[in-house]
Nanobody, 115 residues
Framework: QVQLVESGGGLVQPGGSLRLSCAASGIIFRLTDMAWYRQAPGKQRELVAIITRMGYTNHADSVKGRSTISRDNAKNTVYLQMNSLKPEDTAVYYC?????????WGQGTQVTVSS
């Protein structure tokens, strides 16, 4: 059974930082492409960043230069470091695992950027 458990969300002031974590189980993590998505109220879910099993990364233009995705294969965990947060970063952030032909999702973690 595949499980993705996100943590690290919360309330932060504009300009602040957060590090999201996603712990995976039930998959061969080192062979899995991992990604972070987010969904703001009334908007479609969008890709934030992706890291392939080979370690290649790509970030959405909206977060490029402010966020960094990384992974620790020894811990079966993917991270999203977010800096210089803006109110428009407010959303539920979801961890995604693409393994073979299947996609798996975590339950999401809320990030709220507000003063």
């Amino acid at each position: 059974q595949v499980q993705l458990v996100e943590s690290g969300g919360g309330l932060v002031q504009p300009g602040g930082s957060l590090r999201l974590s996603c712990a995976a189980s039930g998959i061969i993590f080192r062979l899995t492409d991992m990604a972070w998505y987010r969904q703001a109220p009334g908007k479609q879910r969008e890709l934030v960043a992706i890291i392939t099993r080979m370690g290649y990364t790509n970030h959405a233009d909206s977060v490029k230069g402010r966020s960094t995705i990384s992974r620790d294969n020894a811990k079966n965990t993917v991270y999203l470091q977010m800096n210089s947060l803006k109110p428009e970063d407010t959303a539920v952030y979801y961890c995604n695992a693409h393994y073979g032909r299947d996609d798996y999702w975590g339950q999401g973690t809320q990030v709220t950027v507000s003063s």
